[in-house]
């Protein structure tokens, strides 16, 4: 292991090991720190298949698809140190990295570009008001997941989930198929949060209702959960009188979203996103800071693995460029502007000194669209339409901008034509 | 047979149990609960008063302001964090400016040091997140903020080390006096004799007393505080402890800085029927939002990490109530210590002992006043983190990555004669699983270290009381 | 059989199905959609992902799947039969744990390498 290298990613999950992938070159020395004993991340727990149709054209589960990318790494020879955490990173000339682990405890490796691929967490009740006693049993559907299929290990025989995030979808399977009884699933919003598959699968499979528009009222138990009061809400979330549903559990599995790990931005001091609570970055996934890039559910949350190895493969590509034809550009960053029907865009900015080649600007609707209509604009110039079918918030979007569409170095525009 | 038995191991337990263990005594401490701090002590505002706000001429007023000059003395005894934080009392009308006045005078008979009178525009100077609209500001740079529950553990654990004993699980069932002498029976079927009793049980002081005399002159009534915790990441938002004025319901909703960068919004208050009962409501919570409008703007609730809620045991006495049973001697009632409970608690421990109970014992040659240094290993220079590293290589393993708890840390903190086997008992002793993920990342980890370390199968390990095991049973063993 | 409701899953539209007794599909945009509510109608079949022991303290758990879809109403009758399974060496990706679980032309093959310590 050397103290100085070209490129530093920062964790091994599928956006790492992608990003890795992308940006090894013979001549450049890297380094994969991750902070676990194995590689793979999340995929680890993931056991669930639906991973892989876009990238590997197959459809494999989540420790196959780790091991498809580990293999490749492998075969690289790329330097990795594992069991290591990263405590912070701060950027002199170069970047230094202050990591320990149990072999050197505390060190520091200098790195002339980082790739930031820390994945996310999971909000937990505390992040949102979920009213009433503090028992235990009540967790998120991922630690769930990570004891009942990496330690071997039920929370509980009598379950419900609050959210219908993909995770909590797939964790009502799976305590199902363990001989757990979930009795029902209940989201704040009129639609699901998970992906249409998974609410056919996961709960239609074994009748497990879904209560949309509806959100927990009072969890009941002192030191233990004894039970859950749901109600159902209006469009302005307003609990609706006499709607109150009442369900014994010993278990209530939260999957009310998940949001970027970005501690380690902390110690540098980055644009950031409120909207996607991660890094600001340009149509090349740099961050404000040169040299520094974020990618996979650490800049924004993506639905399909496939997309975050899509993502981190650019980040790989980019950084590589960076390393190896480093010369100062002037920047000249410009925002991407949308309006109220979009949650959030990736890219957030572009920098038309650095554009070369055709990007995918990323985004969320705010509701659900059967068509709609997207008009890129610069300026008073329209430079592009776009129409999409059956959009859905859970269902990230994408719009490919080619540098021929720009027409001048206006802040591009995406709007919605009202149908 | 014990000389004194302490009966609850908070906050003012343990600094009691620490002040007797300066005597050759032999005194033991009976705490219901799995694990000391557990209950007062646990959910607080963690507020060192300058001693302001209770009416001149109580208990109260003089055990804060002496209490608060105490905790100077815990932190270079026990280590303790002290967080000078100083205070801004805000008046937001007319009618409050001029109550300001009175709660000024009687500060100064209270003798608060070094209080003075802010423009709104002097104080916006200091903390630029105060509403503009705030009429006058007092300020107490007294004021300070400690960790209880490291207060109440580090207390017990150099009052263990100069002697006393702790029994956890120990529920008071019965006590009994004759002859001079107290028999106590607990729960898990002990006996206990000794000659004194001090009944520091918190919200529990009613019924404790009411075993041995039904005729006491006081009756807790429980009232509950809900609290907002934000994330470390806050820190800087304001530094120092905003209080609105007081009001008959107590001290309001206040901002209070924490010691490891957090920031509580709360308390309110509200009296309850249940003494256990610590549930968060959406009413509660939102009224610490429409109250801490009127002293803040740029609140960042986007931060909230967590929600709590702790009783307070609020007595009918309205003092607090040190004294000796006028019926039973030997019993001393510690009662009714609500709010500035933790900034008192130190004072009232030596109030009991010197002025109650009268103990003029000289102090034994082996009392050792200091406790050596917990080790954060995150907050040691590079140097000393290697020394400690060369000798225990987990201090280099991080186990919590919201807070860098490492491995060893945690281990200390299961182990060790205050150590603790819940995820919870870790959490309050090495901090891990306090931060933003709320545990996610980590709980497991904790779990697997508790089970490894106390050689317990992962689903036998509690994540608080017993009983409240994380994992049911085991997958793929057939039903 | 009674008409059954399903919501299509072959592409993100998800179209609201209906098909009856004598297979004839309504609703589906798509003639895919047809060809999944016959299916689901006559012998809806399922990848079954899940977990076995292991002999391993590092390890406990191998993550499995069914090298192709199993008929649905089998899934927890093949559950039961995993749970008796401990796998006591070391496996790579992709070697088979159960051959022709319950006597189908399905194995349950594992989606992870097991070494022991």
Redesign the interface.
Known sequence: MKQSYDITIIGAGAAGLSAALEAYDDTLDILIIE?EKNFGGIL?QC???GFGLHVFKE??????YA?KLIDLVMEKQIDYLL?T?V?NISKDEVFSIKA???????FIIESKSVILTTGC??R????V?I??????GI??A??AQ????????????KVFILGSGDIGLIMARRMT???ATVLGVAELMPYSNGL??N???CL??FDIPLYLSHTIKEVVG???LEKVIIQQVDENRQFIENTEKTFEV??LLLSIGLIP?V?LF?SLSIDTD?LTKSALVNQKLETSVKGLYACGNALHVHDLVDDVTIESRKAGKYAKAYVINQKDIDKKQVPIRFDHHIRYVVPQVVDYHLIDEPFDVLFRATQKHDVLKLVIKQGDQVIRKKTL??V?PA?MQKVQIKPEDLINDLPIEIMVEEV | MYDFTIIGAGIVGSLIARELSKYDLKVCVLEKENDVANVQTRANSAIVHSGHDPKHGTLKARLSVEGNKLYEDLEKELHISLLRTGAFVCAKDKDEVNDMKKLYENALLNQVKDMEFLSIEEARVLEPNLNPSIKKVLSLPTTKVCFPWEVAFFALENAIKNGVELHRNALVTEITHTNHMFTIKTKDNQTYQTKHVINAAGVYTDEIATLINPNIPYQIKPRKGEYY?LDK?VKGYMEHVIYPMPSKKGKGVLITPQVHGNILLGPTSEWVSDK?D?????KG?HYIKEHIKDMAINVPY?L??????GVRSTSTYEDFYIQEDDAVKGFYHVAGVDSPGITAAPAIAKYLVDEVIKLSLPVKHTFNPILQKKIVY?DLS?QE??EL??DK??????IC??E?I?EQEIIDAIHGPLGSDTIKGVKKRARAGSG??????C??LVL?IIARETHKP??EVN???K??????????VG? | MKDKQ??C?MC???CHLTINEDLVVDGNKCPRGKVYATEEMICPK??????V?TDSKDF??L?V?TNKPIE?TL??EA?EKLNHITVKKNVK?GDVIVKHILNTDVDIIA???LVRE
């Open positions: 902070r680890n056991i669930h298949n459809e494999l589960t989540g420790p196959e091991q069991d955490t405590l320990t682990n149990i072999t050197s405890g505390e967490y999971e937990a009740r505390g992040h008001d009213p009433g006693d503090r028992p235990k967790m998120t991922g630690s990570r004891y009942l299929n990496i330690d071997g290990y039920l929370v509980g025989k198929l363990e001989g249409t598959r609410i056919v699968q239609n499979d002192k030191e233990k010993d278990t790990d501690k902390e409120p079918k059956y859905v269902e | 915790v990441s256990d610590i549930s968060t409501s959406l919570l986007h909230i990490i967590r929600q709590f809620a995150k590079k983190k290697d590293h060369q290589p987990l201090y280099g393993r991080i990555k919201c860098d490492t933003l993920c709320q545990g996610g990342y709980e497991s697997r992962l689903h994540y608080d009381q009983e409240t095991q994380i994992l049911d049973k085991e997958s793929k039903s | 399903l919501i899953i993100p539209v998800g399922r990848i079954l992902t899940t977990t022991k406990p758990r993550s799947k649905k899934l927890f559950l990706i989606t992870k390498s």
